[in-house]
């Protein structure tokens, strides 16, 4: 049986791999589109394995786990993204530490985030999570919530919101992903058609393992993968 290091190495050529031919299918460069490899299944020894094999942008879920693993030695030099839910008391502990949060989900969240870079003299970039599904048990701003919102965002001056994130529907398959994800597409390319100047939503964060060529069939700018990198692993 190959070595971890291997297998890490193999899995991570292979979703580049998929990422260039979904590009392709698109007729899209697929230098356009992000990968964000989430290591919340992993220890960060195992999320080291990413690194070495070059992909140095990762996420996690957890803030405490986004914590801790930015401290391993192993993992210095990463680009954190944090991809998964944000409660305000943890604002202030994990803003320094990453590059985008994907999952703003309501406006007391954006104006904690405000609040707080405006202390610690940061500009953090982030997404706001949109709930394309109407599933119940799912964060995020309905399509109506964002374009209510839209006009305050000049507000939030510490802040730039530079696109939109969703996650598909649990139940209907790679249908059900796509009409997802060009909901939120048409979100945003109706948002950007009336933002207020200085607001540029370019990003849209839509795809995980099961359905990322789905997401850039939509648009996707930045993918977020996880077990699929670690497959041989888990």
Known sequence: M???RQIVADNLAR???RIHAAAHAAGRDAASIQLVAVSKYVDAATAALL???????LGESRPQQLWEKAAAPSLSGVHWHLVGRLQRNKVRR???LVE???SVDSERLLASIDETAGSLSLTPRVLLEVNCSGEPDKQGFSADDVRRLLPRLPHFSRVRVAGLMTMAALEGGERAAHTNFAALRKLRDEL???APAGIDLKELSMGMSGDFEAGIAEGATI?????SLFEGLL
Request: charged share 20%; proline share 11%; aromatic share 0%.
């Open 15 to 17: 979703i580049h791999d």
């Open 2 to 4: 190959p070595e971890p």
């Open 51 to 57: 690194v070495e094999a070059g992909c140095t942008t």
């Open 192 to 194: 950007a058609r009336s």
């Open 94 to 96: 994990t803003l320094p």
């Open 223 to 227: 993918v977020r993968i996880g077990s």
């Open 100 to 102: 985008l949060v994907h």
